[in-house]
């Protein structure tokens, strides 16, 4: 380990780099992922290239082999009809480099968050203004097939936001630490559903949805994230600024409330709204994006019970932040500054977590998404 290097998350990586992309806010026409490389010692960012990845590419995720990327492409139509779409592309693992292998419907509109079964078989999509989920196989040479499933969300009382919580709103779908049951983050009826899979991992069984956890009326949950052990879960809410610590049934596939805190500083009374919500891979920190307050809320974890402790509200470096990523192999975070079209650089302090900006911003266009991967490049 290099001497000025303290211990924490950072674990060497000999002969590698550490490659990340960049999801923006573009035109179908336009390039929309940007590829760049990390020097994980210092936070800067050196542009390497940009890809055509569709209209507004707001999220995605690599399979487990990194061969393969699969985005959102969040839009309301496509092809002449009430959706989005997905997309499909191959990693080039020399160069970082995508090529595209195909697109899909996403069958609602808006998606805004895709995650893969851990067998890499299906991959599973959130559709925000559809109000529904969609299930795409996988095949053997990463290409996405149709739809195997579009599972529709009850509207079970609309929550007390009228502006946004008019209808269901699927805003997140991520499995269990087991692979057992599928969670659908629903913001317009605050609440988490659950739905079992099938054995194989295949696809899911509508018939079993239950109520996983109801939230707090207007609250408005948009991502959840399981801690790395998988007893507790952590459940961002954009419209009233709060996460609320969860414990987790495996055997139900249910959630009982912990505790909820603020990501907002006593006396803050301005518009906000949360974005991302991220935790260390060793599970001692937390992170909550601020857009409107514009900063990175942080937290310790109690490793026992699971509660949140208070640290600090840094500032995103830039407006807006919508999402961020904790750097693996690395003490690096880089957060998305959507409105003042930047991306930042933070070093996390391995012992406190506390954050120190590390004096690297780049400039692109309406960032929205961030995304690393260990590649074997020159």
């Not at 991220?278 to 937290?299: E, Q």
């Not at 109690?302 to 509660?307: L, Q």
């Not at 957060?335 to 996390?348: L, P, R, Y």
Request: proline share 5%; glycine share 10%.
């Amino acid at each position: 380990m290099p001497d000025n290097i303290e211990p924490g998350n950072y674990n060497p990586i000999v002969s590698t780099s550490i490659l990340v992309y960049v999801g923006t806010y573009a035109t179908i026409r336009e390039n929309s992922i940007f590829l760049y490389k990390l020097n994980p010692l210092t936070g800067a960012l050196t542009l390497l290239k940009g890809f055509k990845g569709g209209e507004n590419p707001s999220y995605f995720v690599f399979d487990v082999q990194h061969q393969f990327l699969y985005a959102v492409n969040e839009c309301e139509k496509y092809q002449g009809s009430p959706a989005g779409a997905i997309c499909a592309f191959a990693v080039d693992r020399k160069t970082g480099f995508l090529s595209l292998l195909n697109r899909n419907s996403s069958l609602g509109s808006l998606p805004v968050y895709i995650t893969l079964s851990p067998n890499g078989k299906c991959a599973l999509v959130a559709n925000y203004k559809g109000g529904n989920i969609s299930v795409f196989p996988i095949q053997a040479k990463g290409q996405l097939a149709s739809a195997s499933k579009l599972i529709q969300l009850q509207n079970r009382g609309t929550g007390p936001d009228k502006e946004r919580q008019e209808s269901p709103h699927a805003h997140c779908i991520t499995l269990s630490p087991d692979g057992r049951f599928a969670f659908v983050v629903d913001l317009g009826n605050d609440r988490v559903i659950a739905y079992q899979r099938y054995p194989d991992g295949s696809d899911i069984s509508p018939d079993t949805a239950i109520t996983a956890f109801k939230s707090h009326p207007g609250a408005g949950p948009r991502q959840l994230r399981f801690h790395s052990h998988g007893r507790f879960a952590y459940l961002i809410h954009e419209l009233q600024s709060i996460i609320i610590a969860l414990a987790y049934n495996q055997h139900t596939g249910t959630f009982t409330e912990i505790q909820a805190v603020s990501t907002l500083p006593a006396g803050y009374q301005k518009e906000n709204k949360c974005g991302g919500i991220r935790l260390t891979s060793d599970g001692r920190f937390l992170y909550a994006s601020n857009r409107g307050h514009n900063s990175l809320a942080v937290y310790t974890i109690d490793d026992i019970s699971g509660r949140l402790t208070y640290l600090e509200n840094f500032s995103s470096g830039g407006a807006w932040p919508r999402e961020f990523t904790v750097v693996k192999g690395s003490n690096i975070l880089l957060v998305a500054n959507q409105h003042s079209g930047t991306i930042d650089s933070f070093k996390i302090n391995p012992n406190s977590g506390c954050l120190t900006h590390s004096g690297y911003q780049v400039k692109v266009a309406k960032p929205v998404f961030i995304e690393t991967l260990i590649c074997n490049t020159s």
